[in-house]
């Protein structure tokens, strides 16, 4: 995660304060280390700060990404998830059976940005979710097939 102190000083060139709210999201943010929903941030905010709004976690969400230090992803159809903004471009992988997200390498990604910079434009964000079973559902449902298909053996 970016320090505090750093993000103090960008969101003050930008015109902006680290108000309390702001700052209990970002570390509810870093200390979940996740894909969150805005509901799922706000009961984490509201916890450690009692009475805060739900329309005030939206608003500093929305303003947090737009100041890149937040990554908007929409994985599915789950809606929309935050995470703290990584240097490093990712993908995702989400699960449809289980929900699972995990990071994709950012190998193959980082050629992608690499090609269209060598163009001559600027990748403000590259976004890639693929959606499929993880191997864990993917194992249990195989066997379950196993299990289900298996001819009856002598005695049986």
Do not use: W
Request: hydrophobic letters at 35%.
């Amino acid at each position: 995660m970016t320090s505090l102190p750093h993000l103090h000083r960008l969101l003050r060139r930008r015109g902006y304060r680290l108000t309390p709210q702001r700052r209990v999201i970002l570390q509810v943010l870093n200390s979940l280390d996740g894909h969150l929903t805005v509901e799922h941030i706000h009961r984490a905010v509201a916890e450690r700060l009692p009475g805060v709004d739900l329309s005030t976690v939206y608003r500093a969400v929305r303003l947090l990404s737009r100041l890149g230090v937040l990554d908007r992803h929409e994985l599915a159809e789950g809606g929309a998830v935050y995470e703290l903004h990584r240097e490093a471009c990712h993908g995702h992988f989400v699960c449809e059976q289980c929900g699972q997200v995990l990071h994709l390498e950012s190998g193959p990604l980082e050629a992608v940005r690499h090609a269209v910079r060598h163009v001559g434009t600027t990748v403000r964000k590259l976004s890639v979710t693929v959606v499929g079973t993880c191997a864990r559902c993917g194992q249990s449902r195989t066997g379950t097939r196993r299990t289900r298909a298996a001819p009856a053996g002598p005695g049986r």
